[in-house]
């Protein structure tokens, strides 16, 4: 079959999709993508694979494709990054036959054209992109033609700069999508700002793009495509049942339950240190069924009533507002406000969450830094030196020198001296070894008179 590209490749291959699931590593794995397209997804992407290590390991390729595919997972892209156009190329031949385009995420900028061009090329399959945008709109414009001249099939353009990333992501420009969707003559989809399905529609109609990814908003509430908001026990528990058939990591397990339980497990704290600690799948079922139950009981007590507050029902899938650069700005200063009035309070340092975690796995951990061992410097590079070192140096320093003045260290177990000393020895006591000396001029057996006396 020919390989279809730009309007073409959209409408036939991808089905004219429009509501689509974004790489996100460690997170669209198949049993949240075949979650996903239950509840509208019409296209989803695979976790962004790193094409040099897909290359060099048949584990790596398994796990991350190769198994991860069945033929409800269609239409699906791969994704890939990588800065080599030949190790690029390599890794998306051997992924073209589990796929219907390979993308390359262009977060790294070195030899674009060249990448995109090569891979172009070679595939069976379209080449895919997707970009961030920059501050100004005609540099990105300028970009996506390049991309859409070296054989880009379809562009995915995310409205946020790769500065805004984190507590400093802020809004996605639309604006910069739209300009971009003008410039080019092959399919554009939207990444940003994107929470529940008015915006998906508002950001068709605004920029003009022919679908509409989402990252973040589907994580929070994977029927977001369908415009519905459902209790977060029914997905939790769908969710879990596809994981039993289609396996996958624990931790990506567990990171989708905190998504999807977020706004709850704000309300149960002791909940959410549960979930943390579970080591097993049925482990962090029992806990998500415990959740339910709790909202269950509280939704029994509040019939009737109005709700109230910013977040009424915490237990239905709902977005999670990021707060922006100078909100979390000032939310870290006052935490650090409260930790310090906390410390002036109690005489001693209060520990941080992340520390807590490690002191409950390891009961006898400190982090008192005057308790920390003091170790004494290589004289020469810094790193911590050997205490029983003749030359006072760290490992590496002392083979180079040890090796150098064919000496011994003890220390380090390094016997430079010693072996040579056994070698000459082991020499001398090998007669047929030693060199032949030549005999003395005008001595018997000399060979000038041997072959003089056979002459005659």
């Given at each position: 079959?020919?390989?279809?590209?730009?309007?073409e490749?959209?409408?036939?291959?991808?089905r004219g999709a429009?509501h689509?699931v974004?790489?996100?590593v460690?997170q669209?794995?198949?049993?949240?993508?075949?979650?996903s397209r239950?509840?509208?997804?019409?296209?989803c992407?695979?976790?962004m694979?790193?094409a040099?290590?897909f290359?060099r390991d048949?584990n790596y390729r398994?796990?991350?494709?190769?198994?991860e595919?069945c033929p409800?997972d269609?239409p699906?892209i791969?994704?890939f990054?990588?800065?080599?156009?030949?190790v690029?190329v390599?890794a998306?031949l051997l992924a073209q036959d589990y796929?219907d385009?390979?993308?390359?995420?262009l977060?790294?900028?070195?030899?674009i054209a060249k990448?995109?061009l090569?891979?172009h090329?070679?595939l069976?399959?379209?080449?895919?992109?997707?970009?961030r945008?920059f501050?100004?709109i005609d540099?990105?414009v300028?970009?996506?033609q390049?991309?859409e001249k070296a054989g880009?099939?379809?562009?995915t353009?995310h409205?946020?700069?790769?500065?805004q990333?984190?507590p400093l992501?802020?809004?996605?420009?639309?604006?910069?999508i739209?300009?971009?969707?003008k410039a080019v003559?092959?399919p554009?989809?939207?990444?940003g700002n994107?929470q529940?399905?008015q915006?998906?529609e508002?950001?068709?109609?605004d920029?003009?793009v022919?679908?509409v990814?989402s990252?973040?908003?589907?994580?929070?509430?994977?029927?977001?495509f369908e415009?519905?908001?459902?209790a977060?026990w029914?997905?939790a528990?769908?969710?879990?049942d596809?994981?039993?058939?289609?396996?996958?990591?624990?931790?990506?397990v567990r990171?989708?339950?905190?998504?999807l339980?977020h706004?709850?497990l704000?309300?149960?704290q002791?909940?959410?240190?549960?979930?943390?600690?579970?080591k097993t799948l049925?482990?962090?079922?029992a806990?998500?069924?415990?959740l339910?139950l709790?909202?269950?009981e509280?939704?029994?007590?509040?019939?009737?009533?109005?709700?109230t507050?910013?977040l009424?029902f915490?237990w239905?899938c709902?977005?999670?507002?990021r707060?922006?650069?100078?909100?979390?700005s000032k939310e870290?200063a006052g935490a650090?406000?409260?930790r310090?009035?906390?410390e002036?309070?109690c005489?001693?340092?209060v520990?941080?969450?992340?520390?807590?975690?490690k002191?409950l796995r390891?009961p006898?951990?400190?982090?008192d830094?005057s308790l920390k061992?003091?170790?004494?410097?290589?004289d020469?590079?810094?790193?911590?030196k050997?205490n029983?070192?003749?030359?006072s140096l760290?490992r590496?320093?002392?083979?180079?020198?040890?090796?150098k003045e064919?000496?011994?260290?003890?220390?380090?177990g390094l016997?430079?001296?010693t072996?040579?000393?056994?070698?000459l020895?082991?020499?001398?006591a090998?007669?047929?070894?030693?060199?032949?000396?030549?005999?003395a001029?005008?001595?018997?057996?000399g060979f000038s008179?041997v072959?003089?006396?056979?002459?005659a």
């Amino acid at each position: 079959m020919p390989k279809l590209q730009g309007f073409e490749f959209w409408s036939r291959t991808l089905r004219g999709a429009r509501h689509v699931v974004a790489p996100m590593v460690d997170q669209s794995e198949l049993a949240w993508r075949l979650l996903s397209r239950r509840h509208g997804a019409q296209l989803c992407y695979t976790p962004m694979l790193h094409a040099q290590v897909f290359v060099r390991d048949a584990n790596y390729r398994k796990e991350n494709l190769y198994c991860e595919v069945c033929p409800e997972d269609r239409p699906l892209i791969v994704q890939f990054c990588a800065n080599d156009p030949e190790v690029f190329v390599q890794a998306a031949l051997l992924a073209q036959d589990y796929c219907d385009a390979i993308d390359l995420n262009l977060g790294c900028p070195q030899m674009i054209a060249k990448r995109v061009l090569l891979a172009h090329e070679k595939l069976s399959v379209p080449v895919t992109c997707k970009i961030r945008v920059f501050p100004e709109i005609d540099k990105t414009v300028r970009y996506a033609q390049m991309l859409e001249k070296a054989g880009c099939q379809l562009l995915t353009v995310h409205g946020r700069t790769k500065e805004q990333k984190g507590p400093l992501s802020g809004a996605a420009s639309w604006e910069h999508i739209k300009a971009v969707r003008k410039a080019v003559a092959i399919p554009v989809f939207a990444n940003g700002n994107i929470q529940c399905l008015q915006d998906v529609e508002r950001c068709l109609r605004d920029t003009g793009v022919q679908g509409v990814m989402s990252a973040e908003g589907n994580l929070h509430n994977p029927a977001l495509f369908e415009g519905r908001s459902p209790a977060v026990w029914e997905l939790a528990e769908e969710y879990l049942d596809i994981v039993r058939e289609h396996p996958c990591p624990l931790s990506y397990v567990r990171a989708h339950l905190f998504k999807l339980w977020h706004h709850t497990l704000q309300v149960y704290q002791q909940l959410r240190e549960e979930l943390a600690k579970v080591k097993t799948l049925e482990g962090i079922a029992a806990v998500s069924q415990e959740l339910k139950l709790r909202c269950q009981e509280e939704i029994s007590r509040q019939e009737g009533a109005k709700p109230t507050g910013d977040l009424p029902f915490h237990w239905i899938c709902q977005p999670y507002i990021r707060p922006g650069p100078r909100e979390g700005s000032k939310e870290r200063a006052g935490a650090r406000s409260k930790r310090a009035l906390e410390e002036e309070e109690c005489g001693t340092e209060v520990l941080s969450k992340n520390k807590q975690k490690k002191q409950l796995r390891n009961p006898h951990k400190t982090f008192d830094p005057s308790l920390k061992p003091k170790y004494a410097k290589c004289d020469q590079c810094g790193n911590p030196k050997g205490n029983r070192c003749v030359f006072s140096l760290c490992r590496g320093c002392c083979k180079k020198r040890a090796s150098k003045e064919t000496a011994d260290c003890p220390g380090h177990g390094l016997l430079f001296k010693t072996k040579l000393e056994k070698s000459l020895a082991w020499k001398e006591a090998q007669p047929e070894l030693q060199e032949p000396q030549p005999a003395a001029p005008g001595t018997p057996g000399g060979f000038s008179e041997v072959m003089g006396s056979a002459l005659a």
